[in-house]
């Protein structure tokens, strides 16, 4: 069986990779692009470690078929910093120590960016469903709420200067 | 896990998975032998799903792709419906919506039209799974999946959604609630696909509602589903009903028995009693994790009750428009 040519762009360059049909977008990724950010934790959709965004949509990686990504423009936990300068969700998961194995953190910030981009003052309850997809084992949640909302008001603070 | 081609995965010391085996998590991974295609018309697809026994529909794959790493026999071709325009479109026709069957719940959400007209149904369809998952369940997925808990299919049935299959033999239009026949079984022939919906614009006072219980607060599977819609006259007197639960039998149960008790009277009082009777009497759950046969009984007739009172509110709050 050939392997499919698949051209994207990925975090704002012109990608292509080879991929087999049955793999997915996640597995391609990592292993066929070298991006290593998403996570594999569930592979079925429950628990978002996978998280991209793909043509403007929020999605879990395991549950897409490489194929399915010619054409499209996608966003991975690696085309959030710019630079050395980290996205103000990285700096304030950092700082607020909002993770500790860190397996769940790629997921959890483009999650979490896909909701800032959508609804950039969100309210804790907001915040917790909109970041429901994503499970973490670890902090409990409260520092991940607490680092959103920190970055939430430093970023919507710096669009107003 | 990775499943590059036919390449040895290592697993940790010692051990080596490749393509096909069984990872540590105990899925099996997918194979690569699956062949993708992403038809951009229904006959171009219908052709592709004719043309291999082992075709399969390949849509938001929220279903899809576990139900494969779980076991089930892997499909030589994924047929992408995605690329079909009318697939995932959502245009309003005079007094008729149509919904492609592929169309991404997340954009059902957020279309006004559809959020005016079917408050719940767009509420049943705001409820399948994460952010992540919005963005690409469907009703077609939601409805050929034919789980019995599925969340949408009561709410398509309350409003007599119509569902438009495209087939070898051309296309039909059949009612939603003719499509799931039991658990993980439709009426669909092989090689025939859910184009789109088809729904009217409700007439005046009339409003639907979806309550479901899970034992948290998301991203869970319905104990309990009930959809409901009425249609009130000027006097705030019930004048038609319809009443469907999910969870609680092999298919959604429709409940005549609780609509004819409501037709002519307020819904209130004896008549909701009546409804939450009359709901807990028509269903035939199972027992399992995430309740028992009583309790989903229970609940089933408390959430008709509470869906029918919802929906009345709706229905007076809209008054004359429709």
């Not at chain 1, 950010?37 to 079925?44: D, P, R, V």
Request: a negative charge; hydrophobic letters at 40%; aromatic letters at 2%.
């Amino acid at each position: 069986m050939s392997r499919v040519h698949v051209t994207c762009t990925i975090n704002g360059d012109p990608a292509e990779f080879l991929c087999d049909g049955g793999q997915t977008l996640l597995d391609a990724l990592r292993d066929e692009v070298g991006l290593t950010g998403a996570k594999e934790g569930c592979g079925t959709g429950d628990c978002g470690a996978c998280s991209i965004v793909m043509d403007g949509r929020l999605l879990c990686s395991c549950l897409v078929l490489a194929p399915e990504a010619e054409g499209t423009t996608i966003s991975t936990v690696e085309g959030m910093a710019s630079g050395d300068d980290l996205h103000p969700l990285q700096q304030c998961f950092l700082e607020g120590a909002a993770l500790q194995c860190g397996v769940c953190t790629p997921g959890f910030l483009v999650a979490a960016k896909a909701l800032l981009d959508r609804n950039p003052e969100p309210t804790e309850t907001e915040i917790r469903y909109g970041l429901a997809g994503n499970l973490c084992r670890c902090t409990g949640y409260d520092k991940i709420v607490r680092a959103v909302q920190a970055a939430a008001t430093q970023i919507t603070a710096t669009n107003e200067s | 896990m990775g499943t590059s081609g036919s390449k040895p995965l290592a697993a940790g010391p010692g051990v080596e998975l490749t393509a096909g085996g069984v990872s540590a998590m105990g899925y099996d991974l997918m194979l690569s032998v699956m062949r993708y295609a992403s038809p951009t018309t229904v006959a171009e697809a219908v052709d592709l799903l004719g043309s291999e026994a082992d075709a399969r529909v390949y849509a938001g794959a929220t279903d899809l792709i576990p139900q494969i790493r779980a076991g089930r026999p892997e499909p030589t071709v994924m047929v992408d419906l995605k690329r079909i325009e009318r697939l995932c479109a959502i245009s309003a026709n005079g007094s008729t919506y149509t919904v492609g069957a592929a169309t991404p719940t997340a954009d059902i959400c957020a279309d006004p039209g559809l959020v005016a007209a079917f408050p719940g149904l767009v509420e049943a369809s705001g409820l399948i799974g994460s952010d992540q998952i919005q963005s690409r369940s469907s009703w077609g997925g939601n409805l050929a999946n034919a789980s019995p808990a599925a969340d949408t299919p009561p709410s398509l049935i309350v409003n007599e959604a119509r569902a438009v299959i495209a087939g070898p033999g051309g296309e039909r239009t059949v009612a939603a609630a003719e499509v799931a026949t039991g658990p993980g079984q439709t009426s669909l022939a092989p090689g025939e696909i859910l184009v789109e919906f088809e729904l009217d614009q409700p007439p005046a006072r009339t409003a639907d509602a979806y309550l479901r219980l899970i034992p948290r607060t998301e991203m869970d599977i319905a104990v309990v589903g009930a959809a409901a819609r009425v249609t009130l006259d000027a006097d705030g007197n019930v004048t038609a009903a319809a009443i469907a639960l999910g969870a609680v039998a092999p298919t959604v149960v429709r409940v005549p028995e609780a609509e004819a008790a409501l037709i002519g009277n307020q819904p209130s009082g004896d008549a909701l009693a009546a409804v939450e009777a009359a709901a807990a009497a028509a269903t035939t759950p199972i027992d399992d994790k995430r309740g028992t046969v009583a309790y989903r009984r229970q609940v089933a007739g408390v959430l008709a009750r509470r869906a029918v009172t919802i929906a009345a509110e709706r229905a007076r709050e809209r008054g004359g428009q429709s």
